[in-house]
C-alpha cells in the first residue's frame, strides 16, 4: 500500500493534470509549516515557469478543485503560490488503521527486488579490531537490515583482510622467534600440527611487534614480503600456519561482532579468491586490459572526462604479490559469477574512496561487472574524541573494539542506577540490561550522524536517558511496553484507533504515517541517520502524548481502547525501527 504522502501525492497530480498541467508537479510533501498545514505542495511555482503563468492562479485552479475532495478539511494559498493541505480526521485515522494492522507497517515490498551484496566487515586476521571496525560494522549492519526489509535479497559479507602482506608480517616474525617449527621446514613432510601453537593473545602482541619491526629494518619488510608472495603461491608451511590464524581469530571476531548484534551470512576472506586470481589476470593480459609498467602489472582507469590522470590500479607488483586492488576485482568476479549479486555496497572508511573507484572502474572497463552491475563505496568518516582527533586511549593508542564495548558497557551499569526501578533486579538481568544499554549507547551516537561526517563521541552525553541518545529510545519504549502490559493485566480493550481528540494525537498519527517514506529515503540516500532522526521525533511525539493522556486511568472506556491501540502501533513502529538500526531492546528498564 502507498504511504499516505505517496496517496496525496497521486491525488494533487491527478489534479493538475486535469488542470492541463504536468503531473509531476503535484508532489506533495510533508509541510515546512506544521501551524498552517499538514502538508504542502509546491508545485505551482516551478509550472509557472514552463507554462509562463502566475503561480498564484495556477495554485487557485488546483486548489478550487481539491477544495472539493472530501478527504480534506482545509485547502489554502500561502504565498507566492504554496498549496497547503490539512487532512480531515477521519482519512487520516482510516490510514493509521490499515497501517497499524499491517505488520510493515504500510511498508509495501519493492516491485523489482535486487540481488546485493553489503560488504561491510573488513577486520583484519591476527589484528584485533578497532573504533574503525566498529563503523563499518554498525552501519553496514543497519544497511543490510534496512535492505533487506524493503524487498530486496541481500547477503552481508565480512570480507576478512587475510591474504596480504600482515599474514606475512606475522608469519616472519614466528620464523625469526621460532626457527626450529615444522610450519619453516622446508623438508617437513609429515602433517603439520592440529593444535594452533599461537592464541589470540599471542597474535595481538606478535602483529604490532612485526609491524614495528619492519617499519625500522628494511631487511625485516623484505622478509615479510617474501614470506606474502610464499603464502601467496601456496607453501604448505604458511599456509598451515595461516589456518591457524584464521581459526583462533574466528572465535575472537565472531564474539566482538555478536555483542555488537552484527551477524553476517558469508564470512570470507581475500583468501577465498585466491584460485581466481591467476586465471583472471591471465584474461585481463590476453584482451588487453592489463600490460607491465616499471616491472608491474597494471590496467589503466584514466577516463577522457578526468581533468587529471587516475593512478592505475596495480595488480601485481615488482615482487610478484598481488595486492588489495586484485582480490577486490577477484572478489567483484566471484560475487558477480558464484552470487548473482546486482548491486554491491562497500561500508568503508572515506579515506579509501580512490582505491574503490580504481575498482570499480577497472572492473566496469574489463567486463568483470557488467554495466548493469552497480558498484557503491558507501563512504564513513572517523568516530573522533573530545579532542576532534579520532578516539584513542587515554594513554593515545588506538582504541580497541573490545576495550571500547567494555568502556560503554561500564558506563551503562553506572547509569542504571540512576533508574528507580531497576535497584529491584537480580544481578543477570542487571547486567543484560546494561549490555543492551551500553550497545544503544554505542549504535545509536554512530549512527544519528550522517555517516560521511567525523563525529564527536561523547560518553557522559550519549549515555544519558535524556536528550537524542540511545539510552533515551530504550526507555521509551520501556516505558510503553510496560503500559501495555499492565493494560492486558488488567484486562482492558485495544482499539480501534478513532478520531484524535487534540493536537498531540493528531501530530501522532501524523507522524506513524510517515515510516514508509522515512525507511524509502535511508535506502535511496544509503544513510542510516534518517532512521534515528525518526526514532527520536516519534519517541518524543509519543511521550507529549502520553504526558497529556493518561491511558490507563481514563474512565472511558472507548477513549482509553483508541489510545491502547495508539501506543501499541507506536511500539511496533518502534522497535522496528531499532530493529533496523542494529538496537535490542529490553522488556523493562
Not at 563503523?135 to 533487506?148: H, M, N, Q, V, W
Request: contains cysteine; proline residues 5%; hydrophobic residues 40%.
Amino acid at each position: 500500500m502507498a504511504s499516505l504522502k505517496e496517496q496525496l501525492t497521486v491525488i494533487v497530480a491527478d489534479t493538475f493534470a486535469s488542470c492541463g498541467y504536468d503531473r509531476k508537479y503535484g508532489t506533495v510533501q510533508t509541510s515546512d509549516r506544521p501551524d498552517l498545514s499538514q502538508f504542502q505542495c509546491n508545485g505551482a511555482l516551478a509550472a509557472a515557469r514552463q507554462y509562463s503563468t502566475n503561480p498564484r492562479q495556477i495554485a487557485q485552479a488546483v486548489v478550487d478543485k481539491l477544495s472539493a475532495l472530501d478527504l480534506f478539511q482545509g485547502v489554502t494559498i500561502a504565498g507566492a503560490g504554496f498549496i497547503n493541505l490539512t487532512l480531515r480526521d477521519e482519512y487520516l485515522v482510516q490510514h493509521i488503521r490499515t497501517l497499524a494492522a499491517d505488520e510493515r507497517h504500510n511498508c509495501t515490498p519493492v516491485a523489482q527486488p535486487r540481488k546485493v551484496i553489503v560488504d561491510y566487515g573488513g577486520a583484519n586476521i591476527a589484528k584485533p579490531m578497532h573504533v574503525g571496525h566498529m563503523r563499518a560494522a554498525i552501519i553496514g549492519e543497519s544497511l543490510k537490515r534496512l535492505t533487506r526489509f524493503l524487498g530486496h535479497a541481500v547477503l552481508g559479507d565480512v570480507h576478512l583482510g587475510d591474504w596480504g602482506l600482515p599474514m606475512g608480517m606475522v608469519i616472519s616474525e614466528l620464523k625469526l622467534r621460532h626457527p626450529d617449527w615444522p610450519y619453516f621446514d622446508p623438508n617437513h613432510q609429515g602433517p603439520y600440527p592440529a593444535a594452533s601453537p599461537v592464541t589470540i593473545a599471542d597474535l595481538e602482541e606478535l602483529y604490532p611487534a612485526a609491524s614495528q619491526r619492519t617499519r625500522e629494518d628494511p631487511a625485516a619488510l623484505e622478509a615479510a614480503r617474501q614470506a606474502t608472495f610464499a603464502l601467496q603461491n601456496g607453501q604448505p608451511g604458511y599456509f598451515a600456519l595461516w589456518r591457524h590464524f584464521m581459526d583462533v581469530s574466528l572465535v575472537e571476531l565472531k564474539r566482538d561482532y555478536a555483542d555488537l548484534n552484527v551477524e553476517f551470512d558469508l564470512w570470507l576472506g581475500e583468501s577465498d579468491t585466491r584460485d581466481r586470481i591467476m586465471p583472471l589476470i591471465e584474461r585481463l593480459q590476453r584482451e588487453g586490459y592489463a600490460h607491465e609498467s616499471q616491472g608491474a602489472l597494471i590496467v589503466d582507469v584514466t577516463q577522457p572526462e578526468d581533468a587529471k590522470e587516475m593512478p592505475p590500479l596495480l595488480l601485481i607488483k615488482t615482487d610478484g604479490a598481488v595486492l588489495y586492488g586484485t582480490t577486490d576485482l577477484a572478489t567483484i568476479e566471484q560475487r558477480v559469477q558464484e552470487l548473482s549479486a546486482e548491486l554491491i555496497l562497500y561500508v568503508v572508511d572515506k579515506r579509501q574512496s580512490n582505491h574503490f573507484q580504481q575498482v570499480f572502474r577497472a572492473a566496469h572497463k574489463t567486463g568483470v561487472a557488467p554495466a548493469t552491475i552497480g558498484l557503491e563505496h558507501i563512504a564513513f568518516g572517523t568516530m573522533n574524541g573530545k579532542d576532534g582527533k579520532p578516539f584513542k586511549t587515554r594513554t593515545g593508542g588506538v582504541m580497541r573494539l573490545r576495550s571500547l564495548i567494555d568502556m560503554v558497557i561500564e558506563k551503562a551499569q553506572e547509569r542504571l542506577t540512576e533508574v528507580e526501578a531497576a535497584k529491584n533486579y537480580d544481578a543477570a538481568e542487571k547486567a543484560e540490561i546494561a549490555h543492551l544499554v551500553g550497545m544503544a549507547t554505542l549504535k545509536y551516537a554512530d549512527l544519528m550522524n550522517h555517516r560521511a561526517i567525523d563525529y564527536v563521541f561523547d560518553l557522559d552525553r550519549f549515555s544519558a536517558f535524556e536528550g537524542r541518545t540511545g539510552p533515551y529510545l530504550l526507555y521509551t519504549m520501556a516505558r510503553s511496553k510496560s503500559i501495555l502490559r499492565k493494560a492486558s493485566e488488567l484486562g482492558y480493550l485495544f482499539g480501534p484507533i478513532n478520531a484524535p481528540a487534540d493536537e498531540g494525537a493528531r501530530a501522532l498519527l501524523l507522524k506513524l504515517a510517515e515510516l514508509p517514506d522515512v525507511l524509502d529515503l535511508a535506502f535511496a540516500e544509503r544513510a542510516p541517520n534518517h532512521l534515528c532522526e525518526y526514532a527520536y521525533t516519534l519517541a518524543t511525539t509519543f511521550n507529549r502524548f502520553y504526558h497529556d493522556h493518561h491511558i490507563l486511568s481514563e474512565p472511558d472506556q472507548v477513549q482509553q481502547a483508541s489510545w491502547l491501540a495508539l501506543a501499541k502501533a507506536t511500539v511496533s513502529e518502534l522497535e522496528l525501527v531499532l530493529n533496523l538500526l542494529g538496537i535490542q531492546t529490553p522488556e523493562r528498564m
